[in-house]
């Protein structure tokens, strides 16, 4: 007693309030068939008309304490008729607590998940044509309003802010105007409507009563803490808010102990001690997003297997770029690979084990449909080379896999699809490709709105769902491209394995699925005709991502909420020694020293501090560097540098860019040539394309002529051969040879079509052809409408017709298509698998494999040439499809001539030299950056068509078809004003300006006088006696005077006015420097050579 006297009042308060709750009973929910109790609190439970919308197998065992507290409090609002809100961090905690609370009280519930794409019409009805007759469809609020279920909204900081007040008015009033001319009114004035009107004069006013059951759980997070939407006002008032906070230590370490009973209680407090730490207020200055607690539950799961590294699944430090040097080298001393693996048939179970360092674990996982047909040579047909962290991830993978979904983390090109394919391979899983955008809407990822052939409206179940239902492995490529709002409507399948279609479809867990089925004794058609389908217990996602880009502008993908959902798996770039293993084992021919070469440069890239050449790295990755080594080991005198600046697009880079790659090159002895791009000219006696019995000859290169069914659809264009275009055909040819699809990247009008039609004609290849556009969809890219008989039917486009048949399909203007679809066309091309519009898809394999019937077997002729402009200003923003091989079609200037005087031949040679130089110092400046327009080579032919048709026309009028263009940017005019007076083009010249001087004739010449020395009669100049002296002289020499030839531009002064003055040049000497003598020939040799000499005081400071 004297204890508390010496406390404050506060103190001892607390005191009395902690010393009274330990006598206090714990709370306990007690159930019986009328009514459910918690404390003090209890509900009445009715029978529910739909028992299949009652959540189940979500009450195991007991509850914490704090878990009991708050659906007490769920129970106090649910009979005060209040709606109520469940605040707090991400996780599905409170998803959860609402869901155990309507098990308890057997409630049906109507689920959606709100995103940024969620319309009214989502929320009250949507509009649905079947047999040509339009009609309202109720959704889930209205759907939980007339029948007295609870509405569920999660992910309210996620919807629009003009979308959710339209439910204030249910809310509030429990009122709501629907699109039909119903009115749904609040069932005490409904009730006292009824006692005056009879039920008829009701259903004529339209009038629809709201149940007094009905009532609403909000799920939110609290913003601005987390990203999204704030709340608003008038929306916020109706609501009873509760923060559910992560269990205590106490709470979480028994959750933790019902998991897994038999691990020892100091591990896992340990454990539950380590997660709390990292969400202690003092830790959160760090930045990181908040650590996933619940997902301790699945850590325990698989301690037994192997107790190591399991935090970082789900919380990578090497994702954010942290670095623990000890913790690093103390698990690379632990890495697990996979000793033994075998397959059981019968429960599609998969025995697994592993060895990580001196402990083996052996233990049971999901495996899938097709685990009886796993081959053993399974590996060399995916050619994977197994290494050492490869191996490691793998088993990572592996015990990840027998609990929950999980993401690979790791740069481009780090060999990611690999190893979910080789993944896929060992379990026997089938691979559903889900290509992620930046785009991408709720209903991209789940279901798709169809119209069929007769007019209705339907929908169509997209990829992910498949997946779900057949149990494959549903492959997220790109989880940081997309948005994470809409990634957000997959939580509840990923946590509990359940999912709300939009058109009121249902999937269940396979245990919640039996449940509902047994305790109603339903057949499954009986399930599926209330639109309950069963998960496929072998269903797995994993996700697919590069690491965030730390001290971006851009918000991070990888947030609080999105940690939540996955175990993470860091993969980590091959190390030199494991890339060199890589490509000697799977491309054995290629040449060992020009190969370390590479592997030194690449090695550089990576390691380099400066994020210039850092970037130039990704460019080069596992799979351009394998290409690299079959074109090496194939074309033994492949020049190096040339396919590193193919891979680089060094032609394309910024020159800060390109400066910095060229240097990285000099340090590692490789060659640099001045233009990348541009090969040397070579006689036209050593370089030939001819076909000649059977074979297609371009210079050093040969193929068999392809020999196709259908001849109709080989191209056949005018085309004017020279060594530049048979250069780049040639490089064509070496890749096409391989396998490879081509990418063909140049300004406008260097002639990429006609290269790649002429490419085709020589080959006898039939071309299928298909132009894109910012508004290209999907749809579109494989579908083609038509109307026959007054019906639109759905042809195969283009693109499917060349993966039928094995036509070579030209892709053009690749660089204006949207994201997800240069997305969908890499991943034809990357893995062979697309998903078409009418929910067919594309796969690959031989004749022997059996296929369904929704699927097309990609011809293995099939090859792909993507034609786009190149990257920058002023075009549109550069696709990036690394897969593909890369080629610059750009012209050069000497061959250019020789070309134009095709379309000319009665132009003059001189005029055709003219255009030439001056439209190739307009395109330098264009790279340089000092003009924005890259002038190309069709308007130099437009030009020259012009004066062939009409040669009286002077140069200077033709050319202002084309700079015409730039007569209202003075900036650029002057530029170009400046270029063609430089090299002879009269652009602007006036008669007016003509300076010639008056000639004066010269008299004839006289004789003035005569001079003479006098001497002798002999002639000698006897009279005149000089001195001499001998000396020997010392001669220190010869000396050799370093001589620099250096090119120097002339100018042609007749371009800005006419005087004798033809040229001059402007000699780039040091001030100090005096011309002594300069020696020219006759106007007709300096017109041929284009040299003089010359000599000067200060030599060593004078260039000549």
Same mark, same amino acid.
Request: hydrophobic letters at 40%; a neutral charge.
């Given at each position: 007693?004297?204890?508390?006297?010496?406390?404050?009042?506060?103190?001892?308060?607390?005191?009395?309030?902690?010393?009274?709750?330990?006598?206090?009973?714990?709370?306990?929910?007690?159930?019986?068939?009328?009514?459910?109790? $918690?404390?003090?609190?209890?509900?009445?439970?009715?029978?529910?008309?739909?028992?299949?919308?009652?959540?189940?197998?979500?009450?195991?065992?007991?509850?914490?304490?704090?878990?009991?507290?708050?659906?007490?409090?769920?129970?106090?609002? *649910?009979?005060?008729?209040?709606?109520?809100?469940?605040?707090?961090?991400?996780?599905?905690?409170?998803?959860?607590?609402?869901?155990?609370?309507?098990?308890?009280?057997?409630?049906?519930?109507?689920? #959606?998940?709100?995103?940024?794409?969620?319309?009214?019409?989502?929320?009250?009805?949507?509009?649905?044509?079947?047999?040509?007759?339009?009609?309202?469809?109720?959704?889930?609020?209205?759907?939980?309003?007339?029948?007295?279920?609870?509405?569920?909204?999660?992910?309210?900081?996620?919807?629009?802010?003009?979308?959710?007040?339209?439910?204030?008015?249910?809310?509030?009033?429990?009122?709501?105007?629907?699109?039909?001319?119903?009115?749904?009114?609040?069932?005490?004035?409904?009730?006292?409507?009824?006692?005056?009107?009879?039920?008829?004069?009701?259903?004529?006013?339209?009038?629809?009563?709201?149940?007094?059951?009905?009532?609403?759980?909000?799920?939110?997070?609290?913003?601005?803490?987390?990203?999204?939407?704030?709340?608003?006002?008038?929306?916020?008032?109706?609501?009873?808010?509760?923060?559910?906070?992560?269990?205590?230590?106490?709470?979480?370490?028994?959750?933790?102990?019902?998991?897994?009973?038999?691990?020892?209680?100091?591990?896992?407090?340990?454990?539950?001690?380590?997660?709390?730490?990292?969400?202690?207020?003092?830790?959160?200055?760090?930045?990181?997003?908040?650590?996933?607690?619940?997902?301790?539950?699945?850590?325990?799961?698989?301690?037994?297997?192997?107790?190591?590294?399991?935090?970082?699944?789900?919380?990578?430090?090497?994702?954010?770029?942290?670095?623990?040097?000890?913790?690093?080298?103390?698990?690379?001393?632990?890495?697990?690979?996979?000793?033994?693996?075998?397959?059981?048939?019968?429960?599609?179970?998969?025995?697994?084990?592993?060895?990580?360092?001196?402990?083996?674990?052996?233990?049971?996982?999901?495996?899938?449909?097709?685990?009886?047909?796993?081959?053993?040579?399974?590996?060399?047909?995916?050619?994977?080379?197994?290494?050492?962290?490869?191996?490691?991830?793998?088993? *990572?993978?592996?015990?990840?896999?027998?609990?929950?979904?999980?993401?690979?983390?790791?740069?481009?090109?780090?060999?990611?699809?690999?190893?979910?394919?080789?993944?896929?391979?060992?379990?026997?899983?089938?691979?559903?490709?889900?290509?992620?955008?930046?785009?991408?809407?709720?209903?991209?990822?789940?279901?798709?709105?169809?119209?069929?052939?007769?007019?209705?409206?339907?929908?169509?179940?997209?990829?992910?769902?498949?997946?779900?239902?057949?149990?494959?492995?549903?492959?997220?490529?790109?989880?940081?491209?997309?948005?994470?709002?809409?990634?957000?409507?997959?939580?509840?399948?990923?946590?509990?394995?359940?999912?709300?279609?939009?058109?009121?479809?249902?999937?269940?867990?396979?245990?919640?699925?039996?449940? #509902?089925?047994?305790?109603?004794?339903?057949?499954?058609?009986?399930?599926?005709?209330?639109?309950?389908?069963?998960?496929?217990?072998?269903?797995?996602?994993?996700?697919?991502?590069?690491?965030?880009?730390?001290?971006?502008?851009?918000?991070?993908?990888?947030?609080?909420?999105?940690?939540?959902?996955?175990?993470?798996?860091?993969?980590?770039?091959?190390?030199?020694?494991?890339?060199?293993?890589?490509?000697?084992?799977?491309?054995?021919?290629?040449?060992?020293?020009?190969?370390?070469?590479?592997?030194?440069?690449?090695?550089?890239?990576?390691?380099?501090?400066?994020?210039?050449?850092?970037?130039?790295?990704?460019?080069?990755?596992?799979?351009?560097?394998?290409?690299?080594?079959?074109?090496?080991?194939?074309?033994?005198?492949?020049?190096?540098?040339?396919?590193?600046?193919?891979?680089?697009?060094?032609?394309?880079?910024?020159?800060?860019?390109?400066?910095?790659?060229?240097?990285?090159?000099?340090?590692?002895?490789?060659?640099?040539?001045?233009?990348?791009?541009?090969?040397?000219?070579?006689?036209?006696?050593?370089?030939?394309?001819?076909?000649?019995?059977?074979?297609?000859?371009?210079?050093?290169?040969?193929?068999?002529?392809?020999?196709?069914?259908?001849?109709?659809?080989?191209?056949? &264009?005018?085309?004017?051969?020279?060594?530049?275009?048979?250069?780049?055909?040639?490089?064509?040819?070496?890749?096409?040879?391989?396998?490879?699809?081509?990418?063909?990247?140049?300004?406008?009008?260097?002639?990429?079509?006609?290269?790649?039609?002429?490419?085709?004609?020589?080959?006898?290849?039939?071309?299928?052809?298909?132009?894109?556009?910012?508004?290209?969809?999907?749809?579109?890219?494989?579908?083609?409408?038509?109307?026959?008989?007054?019906?639109?039917?759905?042809?195969?486009?283009?693109?499917?017709?060349?993966?039928?048949?094995?036509?070579?399909?030209?892709?053009?203007?690749?660089?204006?298509?949207?994201?997800?679809?240069?997305?969908?066309?890499?991943?034809?091309?990357?893995?062979?698998?697309?998903?078409?519009?009418?929910?067919?898809?594309?796969?690959?394999?031989?004749?022997?494999?059996?296929?369904?019937?929704?699927? $097309?077997?990609?011809?293995?002729?099939?090859?792909?040439?993507?034609?786009?402009?190149?990257?920058?200003?002023?075009?549109?923003?550069?696709?990036?499809?690394?897969?593909?091989?890369?080629?610059?079609?750009?012209?050069?200037?000497?061959?250019?001539?020789?070309?134009?005087?095709?379309?000319?031949?009665?132009?003059?040679?001189?005029?055709?030299?003219?255009?030439?130089?001056?439209?190739?110092?307009?395109?330098?400046?264009? *790279?340089?950056?000092?003009?924005?327009?890259?002038?190309?080579?069709?308007?130099?032919?437009?030009?020259?068509?012009?004066?062939?048709?009409?040669?009286?026309?002077?140069?200077?009028?033709?050319?202002?078809?084309?700079?015409?263009?730039?007569?209202?940017?003075?900036?650029?005019?002057?530029?170009?004003?400046?270029?063609?007076?430089?090299?002879?083009?009269?652009?602007?010249?006036?008669?007016?300006? &003509?300076?010639?001087?008056?000639?004066?004739?010269?008299?004839?010449?006289?004789?003035?006088?005569?001079?003479?020395?006098?001497?002798?009669?002999?002639?000698?100049?006897?009279?005149?006696?000089?001195?001499?002296?001998?000396?020997?002289?010392?001669?220190?020499?010869?000396?050799?005077?370093?001589?620099?030839?250096?090119? $120097?531009?002339?100018?042609?002064?007749?371009?800005?006015?006419?005087?004798?003055? &033809?040229?001059?040049?402007?000699?780039?000497?040091?001030?100090?420097?005096?011309?002594?003598?300069?020696?020219?020939?006759?106007?007709?040799?300096?017109?041929?050579?284009?040299?003089?000499?010359?000599?000067?005081?200060?030599?060593?400071?004078?260039?000549?």
């Amino acid at each position: 007693m004297i204890r508390f006297l010496l406390m404050s009042n506060g103190k001892a308060a607390k005191r009395l309030n902690a010393l009274a709750n330990s006598f206090r009973v714990p709370l306990r929910p007690l159930c019986s068939d009328g009514a459910v109790s $918690i404390g003090d609190v209890s509900v009445k439970l009715k029978k529910p008309s739909s028992p299949e919308l009652v959540p189940v197998k979500y009450v195991n065992g007991e509850f914490p304490q704090s878990v009991l507290k708050s659906l007490r409090w769920i129970m106090q609002k *649910d009979k005060l008729g209040q709606d109520v809100f469940l605040i707090g961090p991400p996780g599905p905690s409170r998803r959860l607590l609402a869901m155990q609370y309507l098990e308890l009280t057997k409630r049906e519930v109507e689920y #959606i998940a709100l995103s940024r794409d969620t319309t009214e019409s989502d929320l009250k009805q949507r509009r649905e044509i079947t047999s040509g007759t339009a009609y309202y469809v109720d959704q889930c609020a209205v759907r939980a309003a007339t029948r007295g279920r609870v509405l569920m909204l999660e992910g309210i900081e996620k919807a629009e802010r003009n979308v959710l007040p339209v439910l204030n008015n249910l809310l509030e009033n429990r009122e709501m105007q629907l699109e039909d001319g119903r009115f749904l009114m609040a069932a005490e004035r409904y009730d006292a409507l009824l006692k005056e009107h009879s039920e008829q004069e009701m259903d004529a006013w339209k009038l629809v009563r709201v149940s007094e059951d009905f009532r609403v759980i909000a799920l939110g997070l609290p913003v601005p803490r987390y990203h999204g939407n704030p709340l608003d006002p008038p929306l916020r008032s109706r609501f009873q808010a509760r923060d559910i906070h992560l269990l205590p230590f106490k709470d979480q370490l028994a959750v933790l102990q019902s998991a897994c009973p038999h691990l020892p209680q100091e591990r896992l407090a340990q454990l539950a001690s380590f997660a709390h730490t990292l969400q202690s207020t003092e830790l959160a200055s760090v930045g990181l997003p908040d650590f996933p607690i619940h997902n301790l539950v699945n850590i325990v799961r698989i301690m037994d297997i192997n107790p190591k590294t399991l935090i970082r699944r789900t919380h990578s430090q090497n994702t954010f770029n942290l670095d623990d040097r000890k913790t690093n080298k103390s698990l690379s001393t632990s890495v697990g690979r996979i000793t033994k693996f075998s397959t059981e048939s019968s429960a599609s179970m998969a025995s697994v084990e592993l060895t990580t360092g001196k402990w083996n674990t052996v233990f049971e996982t999901r495996a899938g449909n097709e685990a009886t047909h796993v081959k053993k040579n399974k590996t060399e047909e995916l050619q994977f080379v197994m290494t050492k962290s490869h191996s490691k991830v793998l088993a *990572d993978m592996l015990e990840s896999h027998a609990v929950h979904d999980f993401c690979l983390v790791g740069p481009k090109g780090c060999g990611k699809s690999v190893l979910v394919q080789q993944f896929a391979n060992f379990l026997g899983y089938n691979i559903e490709p889900v290509v992620l955008y930046q785009d991408m809407t709720a209903r991209d990822l789940l279901q798709q709105r169809i119209t069929l052939a007769n007019g209705d409206t339907s929908w169509r179940y997209s990829p992910l769902v498949m997946a779900a239902l057949e149990g494959s492995i549903a492959e997220l490529d790109g989880i940081h491209r997309v948005n994470p709002g809409t990634l957000a409507v997959l939580q509840r399948l990923i946590s509990e394995r359940e999912l709300s279609l939009y058109d009121g479809t249902r999937l269940l867990d396979h245990e919640r699925f039996k449940a #509902i089925k047994e305790d109603n004794n339903w057949s499954d058609q009986e399930m599926a005709s209330r639109g309950i389908l069963c998960i496929h217990p072998s269903f797995r996602i994993i996700g697919l991502a590069e690491p965030p880009m730390i001290g971006s502008s851009q918000p991070q993908w990888l947030n609080s909420e999105l940690l939540s959902m996955f175990l993470f798996h860091h993969v980590s770039p091959l190390s030199k020694q494991e890339e060199a293993k890589v490509i000697y084992d799977l491309v054995p021919g290629s040449p060992r020293d020009v190969m370390d070469k590479l592997l030194d440069l690449t090695g550089k890239l990576r390691s380099s501090k400066d994020p210039t050449v850092s970037s130039i790295a990704s460019s080069l990755s596992t799979r351009q560097l394998l290409r690299i080594a079959r074109r090496l080991a194939n074309y033994p005198a492949e020049d190096l540098e040339h396919s590193i600046h193919k891979a680089c697009l060094t032609r394309f880079l910024p020159r800060l860019a390109a400066s910095s790659l060229e240097k990285v090159l000099n340090d590692s002895g490789i060659h640099v040539q001045k233009d990348p791009s541009v090969q040397e000219p070579v006689d036209a006696s050593d370089f030939v394309c001819e076909i000649k019995d059977g074979e297609l000859h371009i210079g050093q290169t040969t193929v068999p002529i392809y020999n196709p069914e259908n001849k109709t659809k080989v191209p056949d &264009v005018l085309f004017y051969e020279n060594h530049q275009h048979l250069n780049v055909m040639e490089d064509m040819l070496k890749d096409f040879v391989l396998g490879e699809h081509l990418l063909l990247v140049g300004n406008q009008g260097v002639g990429k079509n006609k290269i790649a039609d002429r490419f085709l004609h020589l080959l006898n290849r039939p071309r299928e052809y298909i132009q894109l556009h910012r508004d290209t969809t999907v749809q579109s890219l494989t579908l083609q409408p038509n109307v026959q008989d007054g019906v639109i039917i759905y042809e195969d486009s283009p693109l499917v017709r060349a993966v039928k048949f094995g036509h070579v399909l030209v892709v053009d203007e690749a660089d204006k298509a949207p994201t997800h679809v240069t997305c969908i066309l890499k991943s034809l091309v990357e893995s062979g698998v697309m998903v078409l519009g009418d929910g067919r898809r594309i796969v690959t394999g031989d004749d022997t494999t059996p296929l369904p019937g929704n699927a $097309i077997r990609a011809h293995p002729d099939f090859r792909m040439i993507v034609l786009a402009n190149r990257p920058g200003f002023p075009f549109l923003e550069m696709i990036s499809l690394d897969p593909l091989a890369t080629y610059l079609a750009v012209m050069r200037w000497i061959i250019q001539t020789s070309s134009l005087k095709w379309y000319g031949p009665s132009v003059p040679q001189e005029l055709l030299h003219k255009l030439v130089n001056a439209f190739g110092e307009l395109r330098s400046r264009a *790279d340089q950056g000092l003009i924005s327009y890259p002038y190309s080579t069709r308007e130099v032919v437009s030009i020259v068509k012009h004066l062939q048709a009409f040669p009286d026309e002077g140069l200077a009028n033709v050319v202002r078809n084309v700079f015409d263009f730039d007569s209202y940017h003075p900036e650029v005019k002057d530029v170009v004003t400046e270029v063609l007076h430089k090299h002879g083009i009269p652009v602007g010249a006036s008669t007016r300006n &003509v300076n010639l001087s008056k000639e004066f004739p010269l008299p004839s010449p006289t004789l003035v006088s005569t001079w003479k020395i006098p001497g002798d009669e002999n002639g000698f100049n006897a009279g005149i006696n000089c001195p001499v002296e001998e000396r020997k002289l010392k001669m220190r020499g010869p000396v050799t005077v370093p001589v620099k030839p250096r090119e $120097i531009e002339r100018f042609n002064d007749r371009s800005y006015g006419f005087s004798e003055q &033809v040229g001059h040049w402007d000699l780039p000497m040091h001030e100090g420097g005096v011309v002594m003598s300069v020696a020219v020939g006759t106007g007709k040799e300096l017109s041929k050579t284009g040299s003089y000499s010359g000599s000067g005081t200060n030599p060593k400071q004078t260039t000549v």
